[in-house]
């Protein structure tokens, strides 16, 4: 039987341990497993968390293995190779296609009825792989997609606009990568669009600066990369978000990585598109509106991930 209050988190890198750390702060488990192919790492990140509980809400938390899988509501995989400078999300690929395999032997072998959330990179070939390989159902496989880039996007105009980026309203679709795509045609702050806030405010036509904006997140993780060699204090964040609309069934609309079939013109492909989450996991796409050439730029990056997933076909994608 399911734990709902019960999760995993595969994978104690940066990224996988941040995500733990995270779980353990906000109160959301009462149980967490530390899976890691070096036992002594997820035992000694287990540890280092566990003693900071004193401070935080009581949780059960060790290092274990894959059986410890068997009533694990949610499964985090954060495992695979680290991304080098230099080197794209796609071509990360078939480094951590050999290491997925392992991994989803494991997890398939002791649970099925959990929901699986991919953080690996790139995450949208990933989490295609997840549900292919696995054999769950696509709405309880999902990918961490574009929340990420959503929420570097905010930021940076809450900032040139001096708003709470929390009053910013719009997304990133597509590709977690070089293809993908804002959605600016449809952005608001606080259902204001951003053609009339910048009018009410006296400030200049601001398109240039948007792009400039969007051309910022989608090359930080690239600057981050190259100043600390990996991001995830955010990403963690980001999968945090995921998961307290999976736990709390809030059916907030996150732009996740998941299967599309037949939105925007697109089929059989794992995108961020802005999709209702709630504790089943993925329950419905929503078609956001966009204009022409936002549309012609999602079907790029479509294709864009399409290609490389043709490329991988002979490593068994």
């Given at each position: 039987?399911?734990?709902?209050?019960?999760?995993?988190?595969?994978?104690?890198?940066?990224?996988?341990?941040?995500?733990?750390?995270?779980?353990?702060?906000?109160?959301?488990?009462?149980?967490?497993?530390?899976?890691?192919?070096?036992?002594?790492?997820?035992?000694?990140?287990?540890?280092?968390?566990?003693?900071?509980?004193?401070?935080?809400?009581?949780?059960?938390?060790?290092?274990?293995?894959?059986?410890?899988?068997?009533?694990?509501?949610?499964?985090?995989?954060?495992?695979?190779?680290?991304?080098?400078?230099?080197?794209?999300?796609?071509?990360?690929?078939?480094?951590?296609?050999?290491?997925?395999?392992?991994?989803?032997?494991?997890?398939?072998?002791?649970?099925?009825?959990?929901?699986?959330?991919?953080?690996?990179?790139?995450?949208?070939?990933?989490?295609?792989?997840?549900?292919?390989?696995?054999?769950?159902?696509?709405?309880?496989?999902?990918?961490?997609?574009?929340?990420?880039?959503?929420?570097?996007?905010?930021?940076?105009?809450?900032?040139?606009?001096?708003?709470?980026?929390?009053?910013?309203?719009?997304?990133?679709?597509?590709?977690?990568?070089?293809?993908?795509?804002?959605?600016?045609?449809?952005?608001?702050?606080?259902?204001?669009?951003?053609?009339?806030?910048?009018?009410?405010?006296?400030?200049?036509?601001?398109?240039?600066?948007?792009?400039?904006?969007?051309?910022?997140?989608?090359?930080?993780?690239?600057?981050?990369?190259?100043?600390?060699?990996?991001?995830?204090?955010?990403?963690?964040?980001?999968?945090?978000?995921?998961?307290?609309?999976?736990?709390?069934?809030?059916?907030?609309?996150?732009?996740?990585?998941?299967?599309?079939?037949?939105?925007y013109g697109v089929r059989d492909i794992c995108l961020g598109v802005p999709s209702i989450v709630?504790?089943?996991?993925?329950?419905?796409?929503?078609?956001?509106?966009?204009?022409?050439?936002?549309?012609?730029?999602?079907?790029?990056?479509?294709?864009?991930?399409?290609?490389?997933?043709?490329?991988?076909?002979?490593?068994?994608?």
């Amino acid at each position: 039987m399911i734990n709902e209050n019960k999760c995993a988190v595969i994978g104690c890198g940066y990224v996988g341990a941040s995500i733990a750390y995270t779980y353990a702060e906000s109160g959301l488990f009462s149980e967490m497993v530390l899976i890691d192919v070096n036992r002594a790492k997820a035992e000694g990140e287990a540890l280092d968390i566990a003693h900071g509980l004193p401070f935080l809400a009581p949780m059960h938390l060790y290092a274990g293995d894959y059986p410890d899988l068997a009533d694990a509501g949610l499964i985090v995989i954060a495992a695979g190779a680290n991304q080098k400078p230099g080197e794209t999300r796609l071509d990360l690929l078939a480094r951590n296609l050999r290491i997925f395999d392992s991994i989803l032997e494991g997890i398939t072998a002791w649970n099925r009825e959990g929901i699986l959330l991919v953080v690996t990179n790139p995450v949208d070939l990933l989490t295609l792989y997840t549900l292919r390989r696995s054999g769950f159902p696509a709405s309880r496989v999902i990918g961490s997609g574009t929340v990420l880039d959503t929420a570097r996007l905010k930021f940076l105009v809450g900032r040139h606009f001096s708003v709470d980026p929390r009053n910013v309203h719009t997304f990133i679709i597509g590709e977690h990568g070089d293809s993908e795509v804002p959605v600016f045609s449809s952005a608001n702050i606080s259902g204001i669009n951003l053609d009339d806030f910048c009018r009410l405010s006296g400030m200049e036509d601001q398109h240039a600066a948007l792009f400039r904006m969007f051309e910022e997140v989608r090359d930080s993780a690239y600057r981050i990369i190259e100043g600390k060699g990996a991001t995830y204090y955010a990403i963690a964040q980001s999968v945090l978000r995921i998961t307290r609309s999976l736990l709390r069934d809030e059916n907030s609309v996150l732009p996740v990585s998941t299967l599309v079939e037949g939105h925007y013109g697109v089929r059989d492909i794992c995108l961020g598109v802005p999709s209702i989450v709630g504790r089943e996991g993925v329950k419905k796409i929503l078609d956001l509106p966009l204009d022409a050439e936002e549309s012609r730029l999602f079907r790029h990056s479509a294709d864009t991930v399409r290609s490389t997933l043709e490329a991988a076909e002979g490593i068994r994608i």
